[in-house]
């Protein structure tokens, strides 16, 4: 028996991806910046820093207004949990909205692949997709587990037995 995550590749043909409801920023940050306390409040949260840059994915109303940033943008999560070595997964998604003129920032988790899209080209994006097959439904964004004090390990904490 194995430790390992299952995985189902679905076929191109039959994706489900997920739009969250929450807009969303790209924001630039300069190379080695702190994550600021601001960004870490959206259903999606994302840092990527280089030695040019750091930049956030984050709730677009936590941005604040003098600082760079792209926005507001719609998120598309595909759907399941994606096998390590799926092959042609964003191409296959990408495609149709380059052929609609649709702009794509993409990112990709451990689980799955993600395609932000500006919010108003979002109903465009999803139509492109329904287009060739796939499915595009809301998304229930789910609750993080509470962070313990003590552990940092993302779980509840636990309450002290009295002596």
Do not use: N
């Not at 994915?57 to 999560?77: D, E, N, W, Y």
């Not at 096998?83 to 052929?99: F, Q, R, S, T, W």
């Amino acid at each position: 028996m194995t430790d390992e995550p299952t995985t189902e590749t679905p076929t191109r043909a039959s994706l489900t991806l997920l739009q969250f409801p929450e807009k969303l920023a790209i924001v630039r940050l300069g190379p080695g910046s702190e994550v600021p306390q601001w960004a870490e409040s959206a259903s999606l949260f994302s840092v990527t820093a280089t030695a040019t840059e750091t930049s956030l994915v984050c709730a677009t109303r936590s941005v604040p207004t003098k600082t760079p940033h792209i926005g507001p943008l719609t998120a598309f999560q595909v759907g399941g949990q994606l096998a390590p070595d799926a092959v042609g997964i964003l191409a296959g998604l990408l495609v149709p909205l380059a052929e609609a003129q649709i702009p794509v920032y993409t990112m990709s988790t451990f689980d799955t692949d993600w395609i932000m899209v500006r919010l108003t080209d979002g109903a465009r994006a999803a139509e492109e997709w329904r287009r060739r097959g796939h499915t595009v439904t809301p998304a229930v964004p789910a609750k993080p587990p509470r962070k313990s004090p003590s552990s940092g390990k993302g779980e509840a904490p636990r309450k002290k037995k009295p002596r």
